[in-house]
């Protein structure tokens, strides 16, 4: 069973401080990496993809990926309270299928 | 900019009954997807459609489930026999792959089964 596993949180951080979201995939023959944010009962909204190892900044989000060790993870920077939702790693496969996980939720306190 | 839309926002049907749930792509893309959400669960990935038949399906989407373009711009969901387990938000995603490889997602049709 192919998995994509992030931490539920809720993950809570003070306005103006970075957030760390972490996600890890079992699968070694994934090609592309995603995240999605997802207020509450809306649909997920893209963020970044990155498909290289390494670092990939746009704006307050950089994501990193470490196709080694299966891990892929997304920072943002100067968080705000509007920044409060959950975070979705999604892993591709081939491009006809992307696998999600359950998410992390991220509290960010005024 | 661009959007994927869905119709309806809601649909209420009876167990049993058959449903149908549309989506209208970005223009230019040509692949598509379908997911559903459970409440209070993860996105499930259930199926992806390119060049007028399914590339790949998930173990979800069963006979139960079809999936068509019947013309050039909507992409429809069938769900045959809807059982209560069914209820849940399913939306409609749509890429261009060769350009951005993302998929974008619709508002979502949240579908209750009674």
């Known amino acids: 069973q192919k998995e994509v596993e992030q931490n539920s949180g809720p993950l809570s951080v003070p306005e103006g401080a970075i957030a760390s979201l972490n996600c890890t995939y079992s699968?070694?023959?994934?090609?592309?990496f995603f995240w999605y944010r997802q207020y509450s009962g809306k649909s997920p909204e893209l963020i970044m993809f990155?498909?290289?190892?390494g670092d990939k900044e746009d704006g307050r989000f950089t994501a990193q990926l470490n196709k080694a060790s299966q891990y892929v993870s997304l920072l943002i920077r100067d968080s705000q309270p509007s920044d409060s939702a959950t975070y979705l790693c999604a892993v591709g496969q081939g491009g006809f299928k992307t696998i999600f996980g359950a998410g992390t939720r991220l509290f960010v306190k005024a | 900019e661009p959007e994927v839309t869905q119709t309806p926002s809601h649909q209420v049907t009876q167990m049993g009954q058959e449903v149908i749930l549309r989506c209208v792509p970005i223009s230019n893309h040509l692949y598509f997807y379908w997911y559903r959400q459970i409440l209070g669960q993860k996105v499930e990935f259930l199926v992806s459609f390119y060049n007028n038949e399914i590339s790949e399906k998930s173990e979800i989407f069963d006979d139960q489930f079809s999936v068509e373009r019947p013309d050039g711009s909507n992409f429809t969901l069938k769900i045959r026999s809807t059982k209560l387990e069914d209820s849940a938000m399913y939306f409609c995603?749509?890429?261009?792959?060769?350009?951005?490889?993302?998929?974008?997602f619709g508002p979502g049709t949240r579908l209750t089964v009674l």
């Open positions: 990155i498909y290289s190892n």
């Open positions: 699968d070694r023959g994934s090609q592309s």
């Open positions: 995603a749509s890429a261009d792959w060769e350009v951005t490889y993302t998929q974008y």
